[in-house]
């Protein structure tokens, strides 16, 4: 098995775990919030990464840096549980059960993850506009927006739903017009 995929099938139980005591505290909303912006800042710092996954660092090392950068900013059994993963010496794991733990909250809230790529920026009226259609179309709850702008669109953009895609670019414009002239 790879390392990949027995991180991720060690993921599932602990980001289980997570949302059953965050659930019977009546803490889900906020765990989310705290695991959510814990997966940004590791996807930020590559650095961080790294040491969170040197196993020659000492335990002790890495809980002092996450008291540092975390504490008095997430929850308290959020912090406790990111020491536990240090003590289990499962914290490299962590960014596998961060994702498991999102993915497991968005479908049990009924929230469906949208991926937009545009050429320019959207404005906030647009960006609510396109949530109401994406509910619509999904029969979902929530929807959450994960904006990426591609200036390779030349104009339009291209939302990702799960394995849809509404392609309304320019760029696919054109490439489907290409393809047409191609085939006549």
Do not use: H, W
Not at 94 to 121: F, G, P, Q
Not at 149 to 171: E, N, P, Q, Y
């Amino acid at each position: 098995m790879s390392n990949q995929g027995f991180k991720e099938k060690i993921a599932v139980p602990y980001a289980e775990a997570l949302i059953d005591y965050a659930q019977s505290v009546n803490l889900l909303t906020e765990a989310t919030k705290d695991l959510s912006s814990i997966s940004t800042v590791l996807s930020e710092s590559k650095d961080l990464q790294v040491l969170l996954n040197n196993p020659l660092v000492s335990g002790f090392i890495k809980k002092e840096i996450l008291k540092q950068l975390f504490e008095n900013q997430i929850n308290t059994f959020v912090m406790n549980f990111l020491l536990v993963l240090v003590d289990r010496k499962r914290i490299s794991c962590l960014r596998n059960i961060l994702k498991k733990y999102l993915e497991l909250v968005y479908v049990l809230e009924s929230t469906t993850i949208a991926e937009l790529y545009s050429a320019v920026d959207i404005n906030e009226f647009q960006q609510e506009s396109l949530i109401q259609k994406i509910k619509s179309m999904t029969n979902s709850n929530q929807v959450k927006l994960i904006i990426s702008k591609d200036i390779d669109l030349i104009g339009g953009f291209v939302i990702k739903i799960g394995s849809k895609i509404v392609d309304a670019s320019l760029a696919g414009k054109l490439k489907r017009m290409s393809l047409y002239l191609d085939t006549n």
